[in-house]
């Protein structure tokens, strides 16, 4: 299974960016996709994720301002995130977890805003 993100970049404050990630691979539907980020010096943490059963979850950070989707055929999911802030920037991964419970990770791809 590869999980391959895309969207990332340099955007000022206020402005919006888009991530995708999509899988690919000998996959079975997954159980629930979603971002992390890292910020230097920080442990990874959640932003957003989404389960099939169209549960979403966000960091309190984020809520209001994020929003996680996915398609229809489950193996993509995306995150839209508005108003962007500085202390978004961060390397931002794509999170997948399949029936079994085994978990899946992207490469990452950077989130730079600057003020």
């Known amino acids: 299974v590869q999980l391959v993100e895309s969207g990332g970049g340099l955007v000022q404050a206020g402005g919006s960016l888009r991530l995708s990630c999509a899988a690919s691979g000998n996959i079975y539907p997954f159980r629930a996709m979603g971002w992390y980020r890292q910020a230097p010096g920080q442990q990874r943490g959640l932003v957003a994720t989404?389960?099939?059963?169209?549960?979403?979850n966000y960091a309190a950070s984020v809520k209001g301002r994020f929003a996680i989707s996915r398609d229809n055929d489950k193996k993509r999911v995306n995150l839209q995130m508005n108003s962007l802030k500085p202390e978004d920037t961060a390397v931002y991964y794509c999170y997948a977890r399949d029936v079994v419970g085994a978990d899946y990770w992207g490469q990452g791809t950077q989130v730079t805003v600057s003020s």
């Open positions: 989404d389960t099939s059963g169209g549960t979403t």
